[in-house]
Nanobody, 116 residues
Framework: QVQLVESGGGLVQPGGSLRLSCAAS???????MSWYRQAPGKQRELVAA???????NYADSVKGRFTISRDNANNTVYLLMNSLKPEDTAVYSC???????????WGQGTQVTVSS
């Protein structure tokens, strides 16, 4: 069982930055770690993912603005968000997926609001 707790969300002006953190209760070394977001009235979408070996994928809408990273020693995953836009407003959730066992865990989410 892995518990995930996100933090770092909040209200920010357009063009601003935020760094989200996802703290895991157990080791995440062997997990695919991802950030998803869901805006009101929209489906949840993948924002960024990082494999155990460090391979990274981003949604086209955030490429060049967001950076995902992981600190396996401290069981934490980060999402640095720069040049934020109002359309980035959503609840951001952390996901841990273990491919060999297909175990899948979610955090409770953190609200990010981009508004002037």
């Amino acid at each position: 069982q892995v518990q995930l707790v996100e933090s770092g969300g909040g209200l920010v002006q357009p063009g601003g930055s935020l760094r989200l953190s996802c703290a895991a209760s157990n080791g995440i070394f062997s997990y695919l770690m991802s950030w998803y977001r869901q805006a009101p009235g929209k489906q949840r979408e993948l924002v960024a993912a990082i494999t155990r070996s460090g391979n990274i994928n981003y949604a086209d809408s955030v490429k060049g603005r967001f950076t995902i990273s992981r600190d396996n020693a401290n069981n934490t995953v980060y999402l640095l968000m720069n040049s934020l836009k109002p359309e980035d407003t959503a609840v951001y959730s952390c996901n841990a997926f273990h491919p060999p066992t297909r175990r899948n865990y979610w955090g409770q989410g953190t609200q990010v609001t981009v508004s002037s």
